[in-house]
């Protein structure tokens, strides 16, 4: 997550270019690179977002199994 908010930010002053530092925007000239960054950088999130629902559904069926065998040791 944090390399995919650092890539983030990079790409915005690629894009918008930053005054203080005398930075101009870098994607007038490199266009084609910048428009890969996004589309990895959107993959980033995705895949942020499929890894954090899979340990969300793990977590759960961990649970399930736990629930089930203390349910189940308790019946006898």
């Known amino acids: 997550m944090s ?4 890539a ?3 790409l915005y ?7 203080a530092a005398s ?13 890969r960054a996004v589309g990895a950088v959107i993959a980033s999130y995705v895949t942020w977002l499929l890894l954090a629902l899979s340990t969300i559904l793990a977590v ?5 199994i736990y629930r089930t065998r203390r349910s189940t ?4």
């Open 3 to 6: 390399a995919a908010a650092a």
């Open 8 to 10: 983030t930010t990079v």
């Open 13 to 19: 002053i690629s894009y918008r270019g930053e005054n």
């Open 23 to 35: 930075w101009t925007p870098a994607c007038n000239r490199a266009g084609r690179f910048c428009r």
């Open 60 to 64: 759960s069926a961990i649970h399930q």
């Open 73 to 76: 040791a308790t019946n006898f």
